[in-house]
């Protein structure tokens, strides 16, 4: 569905009853007016209506259409067409949701298609509007970069809550509090992992939008995507730095689970070998012949359980002694 559409010229917002008509004007606005339609879960018949009118190539419109496309930036004739990952933390679990932002950028239209709920534009259009920055020669690129900055900005506290987590299960690892398990650490595990695949591939997309020389863009865009383009290398590198540090965290508490278990296997074999004495001797006296050694002797009894006594307590300190016990 179409959630918004807008003519922006000089800065301001103008109503866009048709779009055919709304792009005519704004191709022949010498202030470069541009069209901006936002999309949250297209239908094919919604969306051929907006390909025919602006005329997207079709291979950018059929990784519009089915989604779950991995990060890119792609340039198609006079179009620039981008697939960006939005993430969500959520608070109560842990985890992090994933949805997908898609945009085309023209010299005068913007089409912004979002997938999943995760980070709504509704916000970055607002701002950019009553911030007056939708003018000027960069228009569209000024879109462009503001979702850029808002899902990387979404990226850092995301990045935050991380670090959080992972401190916790540090924690419990290594502490002496409540112990983490293997499963938590492989959950986080698997979000971090996720959170990568989100944010290092855009890192190149973005350091070459920033890269001076850039003749579609100004130097002031140019600034501007090099200030994201250091947050993201901010993210990406602790990022990275969580995914090696979580696999030692998750060895260093699988070890310590082999630690635990030898030392409740050693602990069972020194009791075990402490109950087969009184085993042994028990089960030699108790097979009852008629001339056994002993079984005529009247302290023999009390002897049988002294030595018994006697051999256990002995193996016990051993055991005791050798840290098995």
């Given at each position: 569905?179409i959630?918004?559409q807008?003519?922006?010229?000089e800065?301001?917002?103008l ?15 010498s202030?470069?007016?541009f069209?901006?339609?936002?999309m ?8 051929e209506?907006?390909r025919?009118q ?13 989604g779950?496309q991995?990060?890119?930036?792609e ?9 960006l990952?939005t ?8 985890d992090?949701e994933?949805g997908e ?9 913007v089409v ?7 980070a709504p534009?509704?916000?970055v ?8 920055t ?10 462009f ?7 990387v900005?979404?990226y850092?506290?995301?990045d935050?809550?991380?670090l ?20 938590t650490?492989y ?25 001076k020389?850039e003749?579609s863009?100004s130097?002031?865009?140019?600034l501007r ?7 993201l290398i ?12 979580l696999?030692?965290?998750l060895?260093?508490?699988?070890a310590?689970v082999?630690?635990?278990?030898n030392e409740?296997?050693?602990k069972?074999?020194?009791w075990?070998a402490?109950?087969?004495?009184p085993t042994?001797v028990?089960?030699i ?15 023999g009894?009390?002897?049988a359980?002294?030595?018994m006594?006697?051999i ?10 050798s840290?098995?016990l």
């Open positions: 569905m959630v918004d807008a003519v922006y010229r800065g301001r917002r109503p866009c009853d048709d779009l055919p008509t709304a792009l005519a004007a704004a191709h022949a606005d202030s470069n007016g069209v901006w339609i936002g949250k879960d297209p239908t094919d018949a919604e969306f209506r907006v025919t602006l005329g997207l190539h079709p291979l950018a419109v059929e990784d519009a259409i089915n779950h991995r990060v890119k930036v340039h198609y004739d006079d179009t620039f067409f981008a697939v990952k993430l969500r933390y959520v608070e109560a679990t842990s992090i994933t932002i898609m945009m085309f950028i023209g010299q005068h239209f912004t298609v979002r997938r999943g709920e995760a534009l509704e916000g259009r607002k701002r950019l509007e009553e911030q007056h939708l003018t000027g020669e960069s228009g569209p690129v000024v879109v970069h503001a979702v850029l900055d808002a899902i900005d979404t850092r506290v995301i935050r809550e991380v959080q987590d992972l401190t916790d299960i540090e924690a419990a690892v290594f502490g002496s509090g409540k112990p983490a398990s293997s499963s650490i959950l986080l595990k698997r979000e971090v992992l996720e959170f990568k695949r989100a944010a290092a591939p855009l890192l190149s997309y973005i350091e070459a939008l920033g890269q020389g003749s863009m130097e002031d865009m140019s995507f090099r200030d994201v383009a250091d947050h901010q993210v990406v590198d602790h990022v990275e730095s969580y995914d090696a540090l696999t030692d965290v060895n260093a508490h699988l310590q082999g630690v635990e278990q409740a296997m050693r069972i074999s020194a075990v402490i109950a087969a004495v042994l028990a089960g006296f108790g097979m009852n012949f008629t001339y056994m050694p002993g079984l005529s002797w009247a302290w009894y009390p002897v359980l002294l030595g006594a006697v256990c307590g002995g193996l016990f300190r051993a055991f005791r002694r840290g098995w």
